[in-house]
């Protein structure tokens, strides 16, 4: 379970070309009082399900480290007291590699802090500099490991869609980034943000976005690439918001609110398809069991992957089973237990 708290642009030295911060989460207010602070985490601790089983304060946003150390020392001290009451586990927050040296890590020593994600965004020093980052990929390999010799669960966030990004580029980065053997990875594909210099070059025509479906399809490469090194993926496109649904945040570019759930259905069904392509013909049914969680997976947004099995293999029936009992990463195929990245 997170409780966030967002910070946008604080501490930031740099203005991004894709950056609107307060258009993607709403938040206008930057500076949190204590009682604001304290009345947030116990609104959430009231919703805290049973099968939590790790509670996290979270600051996003901005640049944590970047800040002033009085503020960091603010916040780590009130979200530090709900630590300390057992009511929260620990503390995370996301940075910029370059804020990250022995002399701010020092200032974490005495607070729980577990787990610090940094916004790598691209190991392609000449995206970064088109994209106006500030910080270069060898800033971003020296932070992760300072990190790791303190111990911290470290991730890092990509971004693919960039100016001057492409595919091959976009796999260097994925590259470099399994090569330094992040606990977890977040993939966001670039949108074009109103009141961002990248919605300026949009206009002039000097920068073209990524469709959906070329978007979708890269992060899913991404995606089995990482799985394929045992590294988890925790998020996959912007988390839906109020602000971006409504239509007047973004101009362009692929924002969907269930953008993960469309790379999991391609991936279900390039599996299932793969399988249905080695089996006999003339058999027009095909019973599927898999875990209830991966039902809507593997049926698609509205149930188009059943649609393409049917029209593809000529199936009258696609019969769907859902059992706990499956495991999550394995859907069952006729009796044939085929595996699913997770």
């Excluded at 649609?307 to 499956?326: E, H, R, Y």
Aim: net charge positive; charged share 20%; hydrophobic share 40%.
């Amino acid at each position: 379970m997170i409780i966030p708290f967002f910070l946008p642009h604080i501490g930031c030295p740099y203005r991004c070309v894709f950056c609107n911060q307060r258009a993607v989460t709403g938040v206008r207010q930057n500076v949190v009082s204590p009682e604001q602070f304290r009345y947030q985490v116990k609104r959430f601790l009231a919703y805290r399900g049973e099968q939590r089983d790790r509670v996290q304060i979270a600051f996003y946003g901005g640049n944590f480290l970047g800040q002033k150390k009085n503020q960091i020392t603010f916040l780590l001290d009130e979200a530090s007291k709900f630590v300390a009451a057992g009511d929260v586990d620990s503390l995370r927050f996301s940075t910029r590699p370059d804020t990250i040296n022995d002399e701010s890590l020092d200032i974490l020593e005495d607070y729980p802090v577990a787990t610090i994600e940094i916004g790598v965004q691209s190991m392609d020093d000449g995206v970064l500099t088109l994209t106006k980052r500030g910080h270069t990929a060898l800033d971003s390999q020296k932070a992760v490991h300072l990190l790791k010799q303190r111990k911290y669960e470290i991730g890092l966030q990509i971004m693919v869609g960039l100016p001057g990004d492409d595919e091959i580029r976009s796999f260097s980065t994925a590259e470099k980034v399994a090569d330094l053997f992040p606990d977890f990875v977040r993939i966001y594909p670039t949108v074009v943000l109103k009141e961002s210099l990248l919605a300026k070059w949009y206009l002039q025509g000097r920068y073209t976005p990524l469709s959906l479906g070329s978007s979708v399809a890269l992060v899913k490469k991404l995606f089995l690439f990482f799985a394929g090194k045992q590294i988890q993926v925790i998020r996959m496109g912007l988390q839906a918001s109020d602000q971006l649904k409504n239509g007047r945040t973004i101009m362009a570019g692929p924002y969907h609110p269930a953008f993960g759930h469309l790379v999991y259905s391609e991936i279900f069904l390039d599996r299932v398809l793969s399988h249905l392509n080695h089996r006999r013909s003339g058999v027009d049914a095909v019973s599927i069991k898999l875990h209830p969680r991966n039902t809507s997976h593997l049926r698609g947004l509205n149930n188009q992957n059943i649609k393409q099995l049917k029209k593809t293999f000529l199936l009258k029936t696609v019969q769907i089973i859902s059992d706990s009992k499956c495991p999550t990463d394995r859907v069952v195929i006729d009796g044939a237990s085929i595996p699913v990245p997770q």
